[in-house]
């Protein structure tokens, strides 16, 4: 059994209606700055409103942020921190899915420290600097069931200028308080619902074969992947039904308490490459794309058969014996979400830019390499982007 380290140190309200609690929690200042993205749904369907309702009977003010992209930049989290430190803001809401969270965390950590987000990046042209200060805490209040970022400190952006998207994040990142409420992804488009629903997926998935997987991950990843593949199906067809959106939001916690307890692996590094090219293109329709080469991939190494098999079961094939079973659960589940003839061509990826990307996954994210449970070469990562390429 291997060494490891247990730390979430979030508080999490679970659960319908639980909005409706923010007033009465310990909020971590007086003033917020309330990120969100530049989509309608967030002011449409009344989420903006009643966040700002639950402040004011808090006594809190907010100032609104709501210019982030469904794949970050880096220009936005330079414009937020700027707007947090001028407005005087003292905390972060996240308000959103993903990107918003994320951005809200990149957020904190530039409204108290100096110079250039990329200053505090590891990887590609980051200079891998160690914040001097603290970060402003952060509130995450999830819209989505995708990312599991409401449970960890992790924070996916890209540099624009240079098509790096990378990740970052350590202790400080964590959001002080969650707030996961289901009733908030009954709104979610039935795409949008299966996409978010296959990154939390992955993100148990990877965390489970993760070299550095451990007790504690691993029941999580199992738990996660059982309410995906008995959850998603039905929230995409039918996303007004409460039961599998609670299923899926408990299911996107738990993967992000993966994350904090495991790591993911290169096929985010691999994913990654293609939305920074293609910011278009989103996060979780890349995993899918790529996600059945990938795991054929290890299938054929032998390099984790048993836990291949595990998760074939946890996807509802009881009598999976075989690797490759898992490769067939995870088609199986594509095809019953409508998501089985997602094509890299319709996004603008050129096959001739393949090795492009490949090089860019380990230049920019290489470190998650070295968690995977068997070493990929970049002519690897050609194959798996080749064999899944249409």
Not at 328 to 343: I, Y
Request: hydrophobic share 40%; aromatic share 8%; proline share 5%.
């Amino acid at each position: 059994m291997t060494n490891f380290t247990y730390y979430i140190p979030t508080r999490i309200l679970f659960g319908a209606g639980t909005l409706n609690e923010l007033h009465a929690q310990p909020l971590p200042g007086k003033k917020a700055l309330i990120v969100t993205t530049t989509g309608k749904s967030i002011k449409q369907f009344g989420y903006l409103d009643r966040v700002e309702k639950q402040l004011k009977q808090a006594g809190i003010s907010g100032v609104l942020f709501d210019k982030i992209l469904p794949n970050p930049v880096k220009k936005h989290v330079m414009e937020g921190a700027a707007l947090a430190k001028s407005e005087g803001c003292d905390f972060i809401i996240g308000l959103g899915g993903g990107s918003s969270i994320d951005s809200a965390k990149s957020i904190a950590v530039m409204a108290t420290n100096e110079g250039d987000y990329w200053d505090y990046i590891a990887g590609g042209t980051g200079k891998a600097h160690i914040p001097k200060n603290k970060p402003l805490p952060v509130v995450a209040i999830t819209t989505t069931a995708g990312t599991g970022t409401e449970a960890d400190p992790w924070t996916v952006v890209t540099k624009e200028e240079t098509n790096e998207k990378i990740g970052f994040g350590y202790d400080d990142t964590f959001p002080v308080l969650s707030i996961v409420d289901p009733e908030l992804m009954l709104t979610v488009p039935p795409a949008l619902t299966a996409y978010q629903g296959f990154d939390a997926l992955f993100h148990s998935t990877e965390g489970y074969i993760a070299n550095c997987a451990n007790p504690i991950s691993e029941a999580l990843s199992i738990k996660a992947i059982e309410l995906i593949g008995k959850n998603l199906p039905t929230a995409v067809h039918d996303g007004k039904d409460l039961k599998a959106r609670e299923g899926m939001a408990a299911a996107n916690t738990i993967s992000g308490m993966v994350e904090s307890t495991s790591s993911c692996l290169s096929e985010h590094s691999l994913e990654h490459a293609l939305s920074a090219y293609h910011p278009e293109l989103a996060h979780g329709a890349g995993l899918i794309m790529i996600s059945l080469a990938y795991y054929t991939h290890f299938a054929k190494v032998h390099a984790c058969d048993k836990k291949l098999v595990d998760m074939a079961k946890a996807l509802g094939e009881k009598d999976a014996a075989d690797p490759m079973d898992f490769v067939k659960a995870l088609a199986h589940l594509q095809a019953a979400c409508g998501v089985d003839n997602l094509k890299m061509s319709d996004y603008g990826i050129k096959r001739e830019d393949l090795p492009k990307m490949a090089k860019n996954a380990r230049d920019t994210m290489g470190d998650l390499f070295n968690y995977d449970p068997a070493a990929l070469t970049e002519a690897d990562c050609i194959a798996i982007y080749e064999q899944s390429y249409r």
